[in-house]
């Protein structure tokens, strides 16, 4: 089944810096920028870690105060998770966030408040990558990405979920439903990338002249513009959030971190649980032909929504979270 759905205007978030984040660390373009590193995720110093703590500290503010802070240790390190204990809604089955490259759990400020209203959720920050986590152990691959949520899930006592992701979180947890689907209840993909899809040429092109320290502003803002689908009015740089990611984005050395890969046409036949996944209208990293891979899926919702690029979950975000919540409900 394939929807549209007509939304608010778009509001000042940081759009633009997690499509450009999304972009560039799965095309290939970080090694235009990136000074190298060994395959475990690590701060650049002990001040640029002290520096993006403070700045996700302030970002974490935004959300509703976390029941428990979890350290579950891993095949590969340890996963900081955060857990919202819904009271009294022992019936629903818990939802578990992946959050998209460089957003870890302050990403989903605008989402969690009517999440926690309804049931039990977990938010992990990805090992590998900008946030609370630590990783100790390279990974192959996505599948040892998928091991570690597996077993941070299992380290939690949560037997089984709805699994969402966004971006590339979106493709961790496809990964997951492939390899552990007794795991999920449900699956949600939002702006999955390389996971139903190539990324976008005209997109990958406007990342190089954006990822480019050296070449002039006005060359790099334009091309953030066209990446992003915005105007410079509809992003605020003061953002807490635009300001953890643009943080972590210059202190993390995150270049060990397993790329998403796309699923076969047998493995989108072969998911057991139902599938929710959304499609931003403009300047999506799903790829052109997400839409119709989708519809592979035996138990698939897919939508569309107009008015929205990459960052679709904090775009519209009222309409979208009561839209997961039926279909979550339906699926407990």
């Known amino acids: ?7 608010p205007k778009r509001r000042r978030w940081p759009t633009v810096l997690l499509t450009l984040v999304a972009v ?46 979890h350290d579950i240790e891993t095949s590969f390190g340890t996963v900081r998770a955060y857990a919202w204990i819904a009271k009294g809604q022992r019936d629903t089955t818990p939802v578990v966030l992946l959050p998209g490259r460089s957003a870890a759990t302050p990403m989903w400020g605008d989402n969690l408040p009517h999440y926690v209203e309804h049931r039990t959720v977990y938010a992990f920050d ?44 979106g493709g961790l947890a496809a990964a997951v439903a492939v390899r552990h689907p007794e795991r999920l209840a449900s699956l949600t993909l939002i702006e999955p990338v390389l996971t139903l899809g190539s990324l976008p040429i005209s997109v990958v092109v406007d990342s190089i002249p954006a ?8 060359w790099r803002e334009a091309a953030l513009n066209r990446i992003g689908g915005v105007t410079d009015e509809e992003v605020d740089p003061d953002d807490p959030l635009a300001r953890m990611i643009a943080v972590g984005s210059q202190h993390y050395d995150s270049s060990g971190l397993p790329n998403p890969v796309q699923l076969t046409d047998a493995e989108l036949k072969d998911l057991p649980m139902p599938v929710y996944v959304a499609i931003a209208s403009d300047s999506s990293l799903a790829g052109g032909e997400a839409a119709d891979k989708a519809q592979l899926i035996p138990d698939a919702q897919v939508k569309i929504w107009p008015d929205t690029t990459h960052s679709l979950p904090m775009q519209v975000a009222p309409a979208l979270d009561a839209e997961l919540e039926a279909f979550w409900r339906t699926h407990d």
């Open 1 to 7: 089944m394939r929807t549209n759905h007509s939304g």
């Open 24 to 69: 560039v660390s799965t095309s290939g373009l970080a090694l235009l920028v990136a000074t190298g590193g060994p395959a475990v995720g690590h701060f650049r110093s002990p001040d640029a870690r002290q520096t993006y703590a403070d700045a996700y500290a302030e970002a974490l503010d935004r959300l509703p105060e976390p029941t428990e802070t």
């Open 126 to 169: 990805v090992i590998g990558d900008t946030g609370l986590s630590e990783q100790t152990i390279p990974m192959r691959n996505v599948g040892d990405a998928a091991r570690w949520v597996d077993e941070a899930m299992a380290g939690l006592d949560i037997e089984r979920a709805h699994l969402m992701g966004h971006s590339q979180g």
């Open 211 to 218: 990822s480019l320290p050296f070449l002039p502003q006005s």
